[in-house]
Nanobody, 115 residues
Framework: QVQLVESGGGLVQAGGSLRLSCVAS????????MSWYRQAPRNERELVAA???????NYVDSVKGRFTISRDNAANTVYLQMNNLKPEDTDVYYC?????????WGQGTQVTVSS
């Protein structure tokens, strides 16, 4: 059984920063892609940032220059450093990992940015 546990969400003022973490645990043999998605009520889940197994990164245009995705393979962890946060970044953020050739999702963590 593989589980993903997220942490780091919260309430912050516009211009502030938050760091999200997502740790995978269980019987893990390989982890390829790791990503962060976000979703507001009644909206589709949106890819925010992704990092491949060899470290290549990809970001949605709206967060480029403000968010940084990174990974610690030894700790089975993916991070999302979010700087200069804006009210439109308010959403539930979900981590995604492709582990042992299967897709796993975190439970979601709320990020709220006040203006």
């Amino acid at each position: 059984q593989v589980q993903l546990v997220e942490s780091g969400g919260g309430l912050v003022q516009a211009g502030g920063s938050l760091r999200l973490s997502c740790v995978a645990s269980g019987s893990i043999f390989s982890i390829n892609d790791m990503s962060w998605y976000r979703q507001a009520p009644r909206n589709e889940r949106e890819l925010v940032a992704a990092i491949s197994g060899d470290g290549r990164t990809n970001y949605v245009d709206s967060v480029k220059g403000r968010f940084t995705i990174s990974r610690d393979n030894a700790a089975n962890t993916v991070y999302l450093q979010m700087n200069n946060l804006k009210p439109e970044d308010t959403d539930v953020y979900y981590c995604y990992m492709f582990i042992n050739s299967r897709v796993y999702w975190g439970q979601g963590t709320q990020v709220t940015v006040s203006s």
